[in-house]
Structure formats: structure tokens, C-alpha cells
């Protein structure tokens, strides 16, 4: 898979999610393996263009997490061409624009999916970027904003037009948000109507096995892989594998998930300071626990940690009473029953 000029060493790529992809994520995700491109999460061009400590914090990089994609939100042109020009010349080898977004403070000022009510300015904007960005413009986008009013296949032709050098289709529409499943059918159709560039499949894949399949079922140069990485960061080592070879490494062992999820924590501890790494880390225990089911203390007590200290606590309580390794198909289950 090419994009414009820049070709990733694997097509499974992190989804930006805001709150969770944030730079101590991302590296615990590159030292697994397997990752093609890792973005930024979205970040609006005027928080960039003045300089605001959260904007700068979310295009935070090292050395060690590349390549990162910047991706922008937003609805002014100018903003968005200018914040495209600052991202590539600090090293973004790709900028994408959010046209997927549903969340209302987003979507509901016409940013992110919101866009796709008027796919006539979704195009204007993609192609002004283009225009003024030196590195290759990429989309995300949906398949449309109202339920079964599919405009993704016409809206990716137009892209193409305009020189975006790829899309990433999420296979829900807009107002669905995270509700319903994700219509890989639908997306096969984007990737059918696109004539040159690549589309990269997103939704609903939740083990290495559903990235293989969406690729053969959709015929999507790539898969993006959000939610499910939080729980599971070696979902893109497993997928890169069989992709690679056919075969699957064997799974992490519970004490492995564990210890790796402490090592988050210290990142996020290093990063912000023991109140707000620890603060920030809940939301992301009850993601890791999804990973190491049956964990109830730690799924009831994780996200009130207030200290280190606590949450050597409760990782003690876990890594004493490990029982026997259970299989990514019984944890699903259990996460699923819980």
C-alpha cells in the first residue's frame, strides 16, 4: 500500500481515539509490533495555531513514535490548511482530516461526521488542504450521516478527485455513533468505487482474525483498528503475523498483559505527575481489564486509583491470584457476559 509518496511497513493501523492514543499509548503499542501508522488524536487547528498547552500536548512525539500522523478536525479552511502546513513541516508524513467524528461538541458544529450533511463542503475542504499541504491528505470519514443514506462510494471518488491519497471508511454512519454493527458490505462498495487510491476498513474488529477478514471480505488495502486495542495492544502484532506468514504468535500470558499495563501507568506517572497520570489511567484500567477477565477488583477498584501506591495494591491482589491462562476466546466471553 502506497499513500501519495509514503508507504507504511504494515497496513493495520491505531485509530486516533481522543482521550486514549495519547503518546504513552502509542509507545506501548510500537514496542508490541505490527503497527503500520499511528495518529494523533484529533486536535482542532486553532487550539495549534495559538499555541494551547492541550493542543500541543496531544501532537506530542519522540524518536521512538514514528511515523504519527496528525490529524485535524474543524471547518475552516484557512485554519485547517495552515495547521496542515505546521504539522508537515514538524514531520507528519501524512496529514489526515476527521470527517468520522460523532460526538456531539464535534459533529454538532459541523466538524467531523457532521461534515457529511453537506458533502459539497467535505470536498471543498479536502481539496483546499490538499492543495496546501506538502505531504500526502488523507480522510476518515463515514459511510454517511443519516441511516442507510450511503454517500460514502460517491464521496471517495470525489476525494480522489481533489488528490486525497486515501480514505479510511468507518462502516457506520454518523448518527449511529457506536450503536449497531459496523456494514462491511457498505465498505466493500467504497472500495469498489474508488479507482486509484487505497481505502482502509474500520469497525467492528476485535481480533486479529477480523482484521484478515475484513481485508478478504471488503478488499480494503488496510484496517484500522480503535476500541479493541485498548484492551488488547497485541491485536496488531497478531494481525501483522498471520498477514505476513498465516500463522499467529502465541498469546500473551496473563502476568505479561499485567505488567504491561503497569508500565502504562508509569509512563502516564512520568509524563504528568503521579495525581493526573493516575487520574487519567482509570479510564484506561477498565480497557485493560477487558484483557485480563476475571479481574473484579480491579475493574471495581482500577478506576478510583488516586496513587501509585493503590494501584500496586491491586496488581499485587491480581498477580497472586492468576489463575490458569484463559483464551482470547473465553476472554471475550467473560467481557462480553460482564
Avoid at 486514549?20 to 487550539?47: Q, S, W
Avoid at 494551547?52 to 513514535?65: G, W
Avoid at 509512563?267 to 497520570?277: A, K, Q, S, V
Wanted: hydrophobic share 40%; proline share 7%; glycine share 10%.
Amino acid at each position: 500500500m502506497r499513500i501519495g509518496g509514503f508507504t507504511p511497513q504494515s497496513p493495520f493501523f491505531l485509530c486516533p481515539l481522543a482521550g486514549y492514543t495519547d503518546l504513552p499509548f502509542r509507545r506501548i503499542v510500537r514496542r508490541i509490533g505490527g503497527l503500520g501508522l499511528a495518529y494523533t488524536e484529533l486536535v482542532n487547528p486553532k487550539g495549534l495555531k495559538a499555541g494551547s498547552p492541550r493542543s500541543l500536548e496531544i501532537v506530542e512525539t519522540d524518536d521512538d513514535d514514528r511515523p504519527l500522523v496528525v490529524q485535524l478536525y474543524g471547518t475552516s479552511v484557512p485554519d485547517l490548511c495552515e495547521a496542515a502546513v505546521w504539522a508537515a513541516e514538524r514531520g507528519s508524513p501524512i496529514v489526515d482530516i476527521n470527517m468520522g467524528c460523532p460526538v456531539p461538541k464535534v459533529a454538532g458544529k459541523g466538524g467531523g461526521s457532521g461534515i457529511l450533511r453537506c458533502c459539497p463542503d467535505a470536498v471543498a475542504l479536502a481539496g483546499a488542504v490538499v492543495k496546501a499541504c506538502p505531504t500526502p491528505v488523507t480522510v476518515k470519514t463515514r459511510l454517511g450521516w443519516e441511516m442507510g443514506n450511503l454517500v460514502a462510494p460517491d464521496l471517495v471518488r470525489r476525494f480522489e478527485d481533489v488528490g486525497v491519497a486515501a480514505v479510511t471508511i468507518h462502516g457506520r454512519y454518523g448518527e449511529q455513533k457506536f450503536s449497531g454493527k459496523s456494514d462491511w458490505d457498505a465498505i466493500t462498495r467504497v472500495v469498489e468505487a474508488a479507482k486509484n487510491i487505497p481505502v482502509i476498513g474500520n469497525g467492528d474488529v476485535r481480533t486479529a482474525d477480523d482484521a484478515i477478514r475484513m481485508m478478504k471480505h471488503t478488499g480494503c488495502a488496510g484496517v484500522m483498528i480503535g476500541r479493541r486495542a485498548l484492551a488488547d495492544p497485541w491485536i496488531f502484532r497478531d494481525a501483522f503475523a498471520q498477514w505476513t506468514t498465516g500463522e499467529a504468535p502465541p498469546k500473551p500470558m496473563r502476568h505479561e498483559r499485567a505488567m504491561m499495563m503497569a508500565e502504562h501507568l508509569q509512563m502516564l506517572i512520568d509524563r504528568h505527575g503521579e495525581r493526573r497520570g493516575c487520574v487519567e489511567f482509570r479510564t484506561r484500567i477498565s480497557w485493560w481489564a477487558k484483557g485480563l477477565a476475571p479481574c473484579p477488583d480491579l475493574r471495581r477498584n482500577g478506576p478510583r486509583i488516586s496513587s501509585k501506591a493503590e494501584f500496586d495494591a491491586l496488581l499485587n491482589d491480581l498477580l497472586r491470584n492468576l489463575d490458569e491462562e484463559i483464551t482470547e476466546e473465553e476472554s471475550l466471553e467473560i467481557e462480553a457476559a460482564a
